[in-house]
């Protein structure tokens, strides 16, 4: 039998540990919550777009264990120590729950806003967020981020200042490729239509296809200046440009 890759027994030596600690305590098995939550993390079907909570965010620490693949979302391993949610703008109590309500029914349900077409605090079950927040604690290593500084871009004003800038730019279609296969192929593959539209037969362009990358779509998540920079997404930019043969 082979080995496990590494990443993978990181997670179990982490979960172990809670498994360990809550026996010491004589506390509820939270092993069997936290391995819920690992299936709930991975699962494609708790949505209907085909998108999972890992399809955008890692499970792990990225900079340790890097797998070559760049994610629209942030790392969540200890995410319940943080009080605001960024990309959703929730703050205060409850702020983490609210936004993965908001994040299966936008990305995975494709619902449309949060608040307004439906409400994210009904879209999972109290059962389901713990047990997300436990699989995600019992990952952690305790040096993750408290803060995010890159948040998404969704004023029409500073969301066209943005997408200008980005189409200013000269983009390398050789870098971009590489760009694009870390972090567009998993739903555009090479370029087609997959989870998301072909980005081949899309009548969008530069500011345009800028405009989606930094402020995402009914089901496409955006990318923060922090996951891509302005050159990156003007890299890919480029790389679609061959694609479409111009």
Same mark, same amino acid.
């Not at 305590?25 to 939270?30: D, K, L, Q, V």
């Not at 605001?84 to 929730?90: D, E, K, L, R």
């Given at each position: 039998?082979?080995?496990?890759?590494?990443?993978?027994?990181?997670?179990?030596?982490?979960?172990?540990?809670?498994?360990?600690?809550?026996?010491?305590?004589?506390?509820?098995?939270?092993?069997?919550?936290?391995?819920?939550?690992?299936?709930?993390?991975?699962?494609?079907?708790?949505?209907?777009?085909?998108?999972?909570?890992?399809?955008?965010?890692?499970?792990?620490?990225?900079?340790?264990?890097?797998?070559?693949?760049?994610?629209?979302?942030?790392?969540?391993?200890?995410?319940?120590?943080?009080?605001?949610?960024?990309?959703?703008?929730?703050?205060?109590?409850?702020?983490?729950?609210?936004?993965?309500?908001?994040?299966?029914?936008?990305? *995975?349900? $494709?619902? +449309?806003?949060? /608040?307004?077409?439906?409400?994210? #605090? !009904?879209?999972? %079950?109290?059962?389901?967020? &713990? @047990?997300?927040?436990?699989?995600?604690?019992?990952?952690?290593?305790?040096?993750?981020?408290?803060?995010?500084?890159?948040?998404?871009?969704?004023?029409?004003?500073?969301?066209?200042?943005?997408?200008?800038?980005?189409?200013? *730019?000269? $983009?390398? +279609?050789?870098? /971009?490729?590489?760009?694009?296969? #870390? !972090?567009?192929? %998993?739903?555009?593959?090479? &370029? @087609?239509?997959?989870?998301?539209?072909?980005?081949?037969?899309?009548?969008?362009?530069?500011?345009?296809?800028?405009?989606?990358?930094?402020?995402?779509?009914?089901?496409?998540?955006?990318?923060?200046?922090?996951?891509?920079?302005?050159?990156?997404?003007?890299?890919?930019?480029?790389?679609?440009?061959?694609?479409?043969?111009?």
């Amino acid at each position: 039998m082979g080995s496990l890759p590494r990443r993978d027994l990181v997670r179990a030596a982490s979960i172990g540990a809670v498994v360990v600690a809550a026996s010491l305590c004589n506390a509820a098995p939270i092993e069997t919550v936290a391995l819920e939550g690992r299936r709930l993390f991975n699962d494609a079907s708790l949505g209907t777009t085909g998108l999972a909570c890992a399809t955008c965010h890692a499970d792990f620490d990225e900079k340790a264990l890097p797998d070559g693949l760049i994610r629209p979302g942030h790392q969540l391993p200890g995410v319940s120590k943080r009080t605001a949610s960024v990309g959703w703008g929730f703050t205060g109590e409850g702020a983490i729950a609210k936004a993965m309500g908001a994040c299966t029914g936008h990305f *995975l349900r $494709g619902k +449309g806003v949060p /608040g307004t077409d439906f409400d994210p #605090a !009904a879209e999972l %079950s109290a059962e389901q967020t &713990g @047990a997300l927040i436990a699989y995600l604690d019992a990952v952690a290593t305790g040096s993750e981020p408290l803060t995010l500084d890159a948040g998404r871009i969704a004023g029409a004003e500073d969301l066209g200042m943005a997408s200008q800038a980005i189409a200013t *730019l000269t $983009g390398d +279609g050789a870098r /971009g490729r590489t760009l694009f296969f #870390a !972090a567009c192929n %998993s739903c555009h593959p090479a &370029g @087609a239509a997959g989870i998301g539209k072909s980005v081949v037969e899309s009548k969008f362009a530069g500011t345009g296809l800028a405009r989606y990358v930094r402020n995402g779509g009914r089901v496409m998540p955006w990318f923060t200046s922090d996951r891509l920079t302005d050159q990156d997404v003007a890299d890919i930019l480029a790389f679609i440009q061959t694609l479409k043969g111009q």
